[in-house]
């Protein structure tokens, strides 16, 4: 485990600043040249602030999927709020029938991910933790992950992405066993359809690979994936995923998230440039609460509370 989770040295200022960079990615994804232009066109030559791993000469496309995929573990891990992730899921059905090329570690972070939730979702169901539609209780988080993640990889897999996605294809066999087991539980029969296409794809191209002798490498094992593909596609042929756009909507009273943001910001600029404002003393939209709620890390979702308390006060509370 890491260093407990604070308001003070959590991985962003405050949940707003969270909040608004989401909806920003929400609003550009409703362009309908984004994704392609993604996926297709804009490289990324090096990303220094991804301290997982070293990525160089990854395109945007990639680089957003893995900054979303991390995103959802942590809003599901530590803060699991319902607005943060559907706003997440969103942003990658959005992109997702665009999605091409993948980098070789955002290919293998997708299924890990897809996996991991595939089996929570799979416990929260068999404990009855929540509803569906209720994405404020584990069941209803964990599906809607599980299905969103399922719809990305079932674009990776159509019949006009499919070639250009072989390091999804060559992901998916080598998480097999686990897959396997997936497929197997009884739990999951509501999203058994979403399965079915990726189990066939699964089986014909673990079966071209051996076929190829001594397809041991990952380099190899691609060389008898595209030797092949006409195989594939035989079976991709059945994957007929519709395309939609999901929008962004704002609420009511939008003056209650955006008027403290913008304090926020207005506050940090000033202090760091031209006034040391002590943040401690602010009356009106406090910065951070006094008291600092703290979350172990490395534990479930289940077991801790949903979100940290108060990082800015809503307009409604000194209005």
């Not at 980098?103 to 799979?122: G, I």
């Not at 809607?144 to 159509?158: D, N, Q």
């Not at 998480?175 to 699964?202: G, N, W, Y």
């Not at 709620?293 to 509370?305: H, K, L, M, P, Y």
Request: proline share 4%; with cysteine; hydrophobic share 40%.
């Amino acid at each position: 485990g890491g260093q407990p989770l604070s308001a003070r040295n959590c991985p962003f200022r405050s949940l707003s600043q969270l909040y608004l960079n989401l909806i920003l990615l929400l609003l550009i994804s409703q362009d309908s040249s984004f994704g392609p232009d993604a996926f297709r066109r804009i490289m990324v030559s090096s990303v220094p602030w991804y301290r997982e791993r070293v990525l160089k000469d990854i395109t945007l496309g990639s680089l957003l999927l893995l900054t979303l995929l991390r995103s959802i573990i942590f809003n599901l891990n530590r803060i699991q709020d319902a607005f943060l992730l559907s706003n997440c899921c969103a942003v990658l059905m959005n992109v997702s029938p665009h999605v091409v090329k993948l980098h070789e570690y955002a290919a293998m972070r997708l299924t890990f991910v897809t996996l991991s939730s595939l089996k929570k979702y799979s416990l929260v169901i068999a404990r009855n933790d929540g509803t569906e539609d209720d994405l404020t209780t584990p069941v209803g988080m964990y599906g809607e992950v599980a299905r969103t993640l399922l719809g990305v990889i079932r674009h990776c897999l159509s019949p006009k992405n499919l070639k250009s996605n072989l390091r999804v294809v060559y992901a998916l066999v080598y998480h097999q066993a686990e897959f396997r087991d997936i497929f197997k539980k009884a739990t999951l029969k509501s999203i058994k359809p979403d399965l079915v296409c990726i189990e066939r794809v699964i089986k014909v191209a673990n079966q071209l690979i051996h076929e190829y002798g001594d397809a041991h490498t990952p380099s190899k094992a691609y060389e008898a994936l595209k030797g092949n593909i006409e195989k594939i596609l035989e079976v991709s042929e059945a994957i007929n995923e519709p395309d939609f756009t999901f929008s962004y909507e704002e609420e009511v009273d939008p003056e209650i998230f955006f008027v403290p943001y913008i304090w926020e910001v207005i506050v940090c600029v000033v202090s760091a440039s031209t006034i040391d404002w002590d943040t401690n003393r602010i009356q009106v939209f406090p910065l951070l609460d006094d008291d600092e709620e703290e979350f172990e890390d490395g534990i479930s979702a289940e077991e801790i509370e949903t979100t940290p308390k108060n990082y800015s006060k809503d307009v409604a509370d000194v209005v």
